[in-house]
């Protein structure tokens, strides 16, 4: 266990213990986390607004216009994206609420407010997904299109459901905290670090119109949805700290036994779909799991 040593009224040295494996770390996450401003919610509102005005310029706010809008676009990139198939389908998973779990296990012991912003941020993505894909009720691309006349990869996806992407959503929203997390102190860095994630976000959300599951706006609509909830866990969980027991070592067992549960999932999933992202995700959950136990059991 990490120990920190402060100068006390006296001016002997006192032994602090740390309930945290790196304190230093999630002291730099929470001092990122607390330079942020409602102001940031300008962006994503403005972004949407373009799209609807766009729609609406085009009458495509009805679902079958708003198909046939980027019909061109949607066998455009479906058909380039779709020669790298197990690429694609690899890619498509870090959209699966399980993997990013996984992926991002190894955060509790060592930075949990990413997790307490996490948690906030799920919550509000799942409101988000579910309610408007009931509101919009845009037909799948297999459900609306001839399934011969593009690649479908997987699993058909033929509900109507696609607005928005919740796949999208889930990659945004764990990559826009982790952007924020680790955000340099320079600009100049943190032009280059953004860019970097919303490369990679884009890179990994437009997997969902290689899969033939999605339109592009569908996408970027779930894109930056996930940005907007990343940003309201934030502000969620700094403001009301109702995760704040999630860096307390006694509650430890609630994320082994949950682990558990997710390490036995994709345990199956792999032995029905051997995918990589599954095996990393079992991998780096594998070692979180010893490490969360090894400092409880210490603890």
């Not at 001016?11 to 999630?26: F, H, M, T, Y």
């Not at 401003?37 to 005005?53: D, E, K, N, Q, Y």
């Not at 032009?191 to 033939?212: D, N, Y």
Request: charged fraction near 15%; hydrophobic fraction near 55%.
């Amino acid at each position: 266990m990490r120990q920190l040593f402060l100068e006390n009224a006296d001016g002997g040295i006192e032994k602090i213990r740390s309930e945290k494996a790196n304190p230093l770390l999630d002291l730099y996450v929470t001092f990122n986390f607390s330079r942020l401003r409602p102001s940031l919610f300008f962006l994503p509102a403005v972004l949407l607004l373009l799209i609807a005005a766009f729609l609406f310029m085009f009458d495509a706010l009805r679902a079958e216009s708003y198909i046939l809008i980027q019909r061109e676009y949607f066998f455009m990139l479906n058909a380039a994206l779709s020669q790298y198939p197990e690429m694609q389908y690899n890619l498509t998973e870090t959209g699966n609420t399980l993997v990013v779990a996984s992926l991002l296990s190894i955060f509790v012991l060592h930075a949990p407010k990413i997790w307490e912003s996490l948690a906030s941020a799920l919550l509000v993505s799942c409101l988000f997904s579910s309610v408007l894909k009931k509101l919009f009720h845009v037909p799948r691309p297999a459900a609306f299109f001839d399934n011969g006349s593009f690649t479908i990869i997987g699993r058909t996806l033929s509900g109507h459901n696609s607005l928005p992407s919740g796949h999208s959503i889930t990659i945004f929203t764990a990559l826009s905290i982790l952007m924020f997390a680790f955000m340099p102190a320079r600009l100049i860095n943190r032009i280059f670090w953004c860019a970097l994630f919303v490369s990679a976000g884009l890179a990994l959300v437009l997997t969902r119109v290689a899969l033939g599951a999605h339109y592009p706006i569908d996408v970027l609509v779930g894109g930056i949805i996930g940005y907007f909830c990343a940003l309201a866990g934030i502000f969620i969980s700094t403001r009301y700290r109702i995760w704040k027991w999630i860096g307390n070592r006694k509650y430890h067992p609630f994320f082994i036994i949950a682990f558990t549960g997710c390490w036995l999932a994709l345990a199956f999933r792999i032995m029905q779909e051997h995918l990589f992202i599954f095996c990393l995700s079992l991998f780096v959950l594998t070692i979180s799991l010893y490490k969360i136990t090894a400092a409880y059991v210490k603890s």
